[in-house]
């Protein structure tokens, strides 16, 4: 686990210190880590990898508007998207299913979805940065930082293309299980989708491992 740090060291917005402390010293193809979905009740969760160029001196500016994919709108995820993918050296997006959640466990499930990020690469990276959390089947060099996608560039990269993967996933299947409004909570535990799973039961989206206690609870009483 990464260590506690100040929050009033977060930047206002994510910079390449960290890569640029890396690519000084020889690391040329640093990849950012980040996932989406941790918290969600239903449907995968998907990591991505992203290597920014180290000899790009417009990067910042190519890449202005990225965020941690929580602070960012849904439109400007969007748009920086396809921004982060023609920037980029290289970049993986992939997930775990949620029946791989069930029989792992969130812990193990989460660092599997980061090794299937750094095996998609083209090339395997020569350091990796990655949001709070560490790898350490992973025999690569690492750093994890708490609040990473905030403070580091090729992290917050990451964080949008996972989030926009599995947002634009979670979209599709709502024509498939209608009744859970995943296009709106995107598998999250909103007061509709907790309703829903009231009225009809849990889908093959679902995470049992996460829902079964709430067949339990007062909600559902």
Known sequence: MAKRFDPELIPPYPTLDFEKAQWQQGCQTVAGLDEAGRGALAGPLYAAAVVLPFDDPDLEKELLGVRDSKQMTPFAREKMAPIIRSVAVDFAVVFVEAVEIDSLGMAKAGRLVFQRAI????????YLLIDYFKLPEVKISQTSLVKGDQRCLSIACASVLAKQARDLYMLEVSAEYPGYHFAENKGYGSPEHLRAID??????MHRHSFCDHLLQGRLFD
């Open 119 to 126: 095996s998609a690469l083209k090339q395997p990276p020569t």
């Open 199 to 204: 009225k009809l039961g849990l889908c093959p």
